[in-house]
């Protein structure tokens, strides 16, 4: 059995720990005062693995210059191929649907700045690789539509069907 304050200690520890874990311990551990825990949460957009993550977000809003998978993707390539049971060999994660996922799960306010120009930007540049569907609007598959979904529900953008497609 550990001791619950040496967990918590290790949780906040500046120098190993991240925003985007310290502002959920201070909040959800801790009970800490909103204006502490927000100003703590307001550092994953420039700090830790949020910071870097934002880093390496294209110009253009999109991760990896893809939707699911990035711009480079060899779909001819070993990683492509599909094993006995219809799954691929490997699956990057570095394109935009994974790293939004990773963003929101570090707690990036989506009133932020950064976030919302990501948001806007994704909805003018991203498109599916299945069909080219605008980004927002989802794909065919209904696991990658859940992400949408979480992710759009969390940054604020409207993601109900459309009239058009129903």
């Known amino acids: 059995m550990t001791d619950n304050g040496v967990v918590t200690e ?60 990035p711009a480079d993707f060899d779909w001819r390539g070993p990683e492509a191929q599909r094993g006995a049971d219809g799954r691929m060999a490997t699956q990057p994660w570095t394109a935009t649907s994974h790293s939004l996922s990773l963003l929101r799960e570090f707690g990036l306010d989506p009133s932020s700045d950064r976030a919302r120009r990501a948001v806007g930007l994704i909805g003018d540049n991203a498109r599916w690789e299945e069909g080219g569907q605008p980004y927002w609007e989802g794909e065919v598959e209904p696991c990658i539509n859940g992400t949408v979904v979480a992710n759009g529900a969390y940054f604020g953008v409207d993601v109900s069907p459309s009239s058009s497609s129903c």
């Open 10 to 69: 290790w949780l906040l520890d500046s120098e190993h720990s991240d925003p985007s874990i310290r502002w959920q311990v201070m909040r959800d551990l801790l009970d800490a005062p909103r204006s502490e825990w927000e100003a703590e949460r307001a550092k994953v957009e420039t700090e830790g693995w949020g910071g870097r993550l934002l880093a390496l977000e294209d110009e253009d809003g999109r991760w990896a210059g893809g939707a699911h998978f």
